[in-house]
């Protein structure tokens, strides 16, 4: 997907239904335009091409969309480890109450 994050409605949707490897491969691309925006600027201006504020004024522009949609990536991959990490959360607190009653019992049926 090199076309970019989904974007207007339905977005948030799209992102979802995508693969962790999918998402993770977008956010790399997009972090990755995301920097050429800002070494073109930055080549422009060494050049003499244009100022300096200027070019940076333009990659700002080109890196603005871009910069948005990687966010919308980001909170879904940070919404996905949440989910996981409660998943765990609670998996964890199943087994613990589950041994410490496995325990008890076992030392009330012993005593």
Known sequence: MTAGAPAGPGAA?????????ELEALYADLHRRV??????????ADSGRMDRATATARAQARAGPLIEQARAVHAERVARLRRRARRWWIATVAVATGGSGALLWLLARSG
């Open 13 to 21: 949707e799209r992102l979802r239904s995508l693969s962790a490897r």
């Open 35 to 44: 920097f050429e925006c800002y070494e073109d600027g930055e080549l422009a």
